[in-house]
Structure formats: structure tokens, C-alpha cells
């Protein structure tokens, strides 16, 4: 079984400072791990996934996220938000052909 | 299409109602999925389809739901004899193949169910 914690489920943000998303998951087996946004009434999007390889991920709008094993964690992280940048962020993870175990999400707020 | 296309974008139903909702997978996607995501929560899985096999439904909360696939390619997924707690966005997802390394989401259908 696998289960996926987003630790925060609001992160207020000032535009242009640094955020980071926390995501952490359990799971007995090997894994892939994706985070993806959703704007209000809209699907999901996916951001970045890692599969294997480099444990830092790079992905759209400037994100990137850094694979830790030991600690089981998938944070997301972007340097300098946009007002365009807010949403419902969501980390998930597979082990198996893709069924998809989501966290919660976290709602990121940027404001001027 | 350019990308999975999902209709009705919003279904109100009455209680007791059946509903059917579609989805118009990527064209020449093999793997669909379906969730529900609730209000305030991360989409839950419901089921998956490789071509037009079911191979796990095992997210379908009960006998009530019911999904096809029958060419390979649209799928509907049935609710008979809604109840509240229905009520919730239903995301489809399609994926190129069976690594199903990326999932392409629609925008989903709200359902509320009065």
C-alpha cells in the first residue's frame, strides 16, 4: 500500500519570493512520483515527474523538485512565483501502471 | 483531439437519477483512467483501461458505478440511482501506453447531485 502527505494544505506566498511544497509518501516498493497543478474548474496539469535517474527534476513554469529516498520525500519548489502561479498543487505517486495515489493538495496564494 | 475532451462539464441530477458521463480520450491513447476527486480533495482512482479491457475497478465505490470502453477508445462512466454522496468532479485521463508514465487529464464533470 502507499500513501502520500502534502504537509501544508494553504501556503500564502508575497509574488517574486521562493516557495516550497512538502510531499512525502510511503510505499514498500519503488515508486515514480509526479507533482501536478490544477487551476480553479480545470483538470490536472502535470508540472514534473521523476522516474529514475537525477533526483532533481526539473519541469514546467519553472519548477523543480528534488527526489530524497532516505527521507521519502518529493518537495516542489520555484524560485520566484507569479500571481500566475496560483492553485491546487498536487503530488502523487505510482508503483504499479499508473493508477495514480494523490495527496490532498495544497493550495498555494499568491498575492502582489 | 488535442487533448481528453469530457462532457457534460456540469450534471445536476436528482436524487435517485442515473447519469452517464464521457470521455473522449487523446486519440490512439491505449490506457484511460477515471477518478473522483471530492470538494476540497486530491482525485481518488475509480478504474483503468488498457484498450477496451477493464483491468481494475477496484476504486469503484460500489455496484452502483459502472464504466465502459467497448471500441477502445470513448468511455462512459454510469451512475445508477445517484446519491449525494456522489457529488464531486469526475476526472478521465488517457496515456499514450501501457507505461502510463503520463497521464493527460480532462477538465472533468462536476456532478451535484440534489
Known amino acids: 500500500a502507499q500513501s502520500v502527505t502534502q504537509l501544508d494544505s494553504q501556503v500564502p506566498v508575497f509574488e517574486e519570493a521562493p516557495v516550497e511544497l512538502r510531499c512525502n509518501y510511503s510505499?514498500?516498493?519503488?515508486?515514480?512520483l509526479f507533482w501536478y497543478v490544477q487551476y480553479p474548474n480545470q483538470g490536472l496539469q502535470l508540472l514534473l515527474k521523476?522516474?529514475?535517474?537525477?533526483?532533481l527534476v526539473k519541469g514546467i513554469n519553472g519548477f523543480e523538485a528534488e527526489f530524497n529516498k532516505s527521507q521519502t520525500s518529493f518537495h516542489l519548489r520555484k524560485p520566484s512565483v507569479h500571481i500566475s502561479d496560483t492553485a491546487e498543487y498536487f503530488c502523487?505517486?505510482?508503483?504499479?501502471?499508473?493508477?495514480?495515489?494523490f495527496g490532498a493538495g495544497t493550495q498555494v496564494v499568491v498575492t502582489p | 483531439g488535442a487533448g481528453v475532451s469530457q462532457s457534460p462539464r456540469y450534471k445536476v441530477a436528482k436524487r435517485g437519477q442515473d447519469v452517464a458521463l464521457r470521455c473522449d480520450p487523446i486519440?490512439?491513447?491505449?490506457?484511460l483512467f477515471w477518478y473522483q476527486q471530492a470538494l476540497g480533495q486530491g482525485p481518488e482512482f475509480l478504474t483503468y483501461?488498457?484498450?477496451?479491457?477493464?483491468?481494475?475497478k477496484s476504486g469503484l465505490p460500489s455496484d452502483r458505478f459502472f464504466a465502459e470502453r467497448p471500441e477502445g477508445s470513448v468511455s462512459t462512466l454510469k451512475i445508477q440511482r445517484t446519491q449525494q454522496e456522489d457529488s464531486a468532479v469526475y476526472l478521465c485521463?488517457?496515456?499514450?501506453?501501457?507505461?502510463?508514465?503520463?497521464?493527460?487529464f480532462g477538465q472533468g464533470t462536476r456532478l451535484t447531485v440534489v
Open positions: 510505499s514498500s516498493v519503488s515508486v515514480y
Open positions: 502523487a505517486v505510482t508503483s504499479t501502471w499508473g493508477k495514480l495515489q
Open positions: 521523476y522516474l529514475s535517474g537525477s533526483t
Open positions: 486519440s490512439g491513447h491505449v490506457s
Open positions: 485521463a488517457s496515456s499514450l501506453d501501457e507505461s502510463n508514465t503520463e497521464a493527460f
Open positions: 483501461f488498457q484498450n477496451e479491457a477493464q483491468l481494475d
